[in-house]
């Protein structure tokens, strides 16, 4: 294949993972998640046995994939990649189990969608490294023990608290990864064009991490879009001008919020007179997921400052109000 057909075949997906950090020095951003883990393997690795298992919590895009591939690096080990929705059946995860090699690192992301069965076998497994495998049904069935190697288990989850108690007990380190601040994302930005070769002034650089939400995932997603008009309607090189053009384009607004973060806001303050109102109300308002307006929306919608989460439900702040060109009512509280 020639040179240039794999860069035409080249698509998102693959371009995010040329992206991706490779070590701990090359993450950018999560400086106090990055000392932790730095720690728990370090001190993993001098003792010569296998690090505790490890949650990684916080919304879409911020990293917690490129983590567990980075935490599987800095071990030397082998990172299998499966997540809950995949282990329907225990039968599933235990095949995965008994394939593991000693020291590998277990990546599941979306942990707390694990069906039941499996999230039990799960528990034996993180504990004793070993799983009872049910053979057969009713007074017949009969349980065979299975060894399984030592290994560190890493779970990604965007919703740590919809894991069950006993689960999240058995994790020795938790790492909330937070939004990125504007600096580290334009740190993001700066590296990326470095990688693809995009040609970008700081200026540009700065525009855009202030509307990526805060997700480097966005950001470099941005990032691809600026530059496919930099090369479409200019001449290859992403100004202000450049970025601020395109980004108009894709309805990406000065605080960054997208199409469905603008939806839930109107609703919430159009539909709802501001609330309060329950996540699942708000989402068939929006014709979404709850899962995915709880999850994606409402955490960014919160940090920005135009949500509040309330005992009774979702509430728009002044700054929402004000964000839609309205006014206020002069009773609100938050
Ligand atoms: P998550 O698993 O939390 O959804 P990912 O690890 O898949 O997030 O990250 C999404 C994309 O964002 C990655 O492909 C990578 O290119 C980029 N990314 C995430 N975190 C960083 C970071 N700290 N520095 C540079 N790029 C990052």
Not at 55 to 68: D, E, R, V
Not at 123 to 151: C, H, N, Q, W
Not at 246 to 270: I, K, N, P, Q, S
Request: charged share 25%; aromatic share 4%; proline share 6%.
């Amino acid at each position: 294949e020639s040179p240039v057909t794999a860069e035409f075949v080249a698509d998102d997906a693959d371009i995010d993972a040329s992206l991706r950090p490779k070590s701990l020095d090359d993450f950018i951003g999560q400086p106090r998640v990055r000392e932790q883990l730095q720690l728990v393997l370090t001190g993993a690795k001098m003792r010569g046995g296998t690090p505790d298992h490890i949650l990684l919590s916080g919304p879409p895009g911020l990293g917690k994939t490129s983590m567990a591939m980075i935490i599987a690096g800095e071990l030397g080990t082998a990172l299998r990649l499966t997540s809950g929705p995949a282990l329907e059946r225990a039968g599933d995860l235990a095949a995965m189990l008994s394939n593991l090699v000693e020291g590998d690192v277990l990546f599941i992301d979306e942990i707390h969608r694990i069906a039941r069965p499996a999230e039990e076998m799960l528990y034996l497994a993180m504990e004793d490294f070993r799983v009872d495998v049910v053979v057969g049904k009713g007074p017949g069935a009969t349980s065979i023990p299975l060894e399984v190697a030592p290994f560190t288990l890493v779970g990604a989850t965007t919703r740590s608290g919809a894991l069950t108690g006993p689960l999240r007990d058995r994790f020795g380190f938790t790492a909330h990864m937070d939004f990125y601040d504007p600096p580290e994302l334009e740190r993001i930005l700066t590296r990326s064009a470095g990688i693809l070769g995009v040609r970008i002034t700081t200026d540009a650089a700065v525009e855009i991490a202030g509307r990526s939400r805060g997700t480097p995932r966005i950001a470099n997603r941005l990032l691809r879009r600026v530059r496919d008009y930099a090369d479409v309607r200019a001449d290859g090189i992403v100004t202000l001008e450049v970025a601020q053009a395109a980004l108009a384009v894709y309805d990406v607004d000065e605080l960054g919020l997208d199409r469905l973060d603008r939806a839930v806001l109107g609703a919430l303050v159009r539909s709802f007179g501001g609330g309060p109102v329950g996540v699942s109300t708000l989402a068939v308002a929006v014709g979404e997921e709850p899962a995915t307006v709880e999850e994606v929306c409402e955490p960014f919608l919160v940090r920005a400052g135009m949500v509040a989460r309330t005992p009774r439900g979702r509430v728009a702040t002044a700054a929402a109000w004000k964000q839609l060109g309205l006014v206020p009512p002069s009773d609100l509280t938050v």
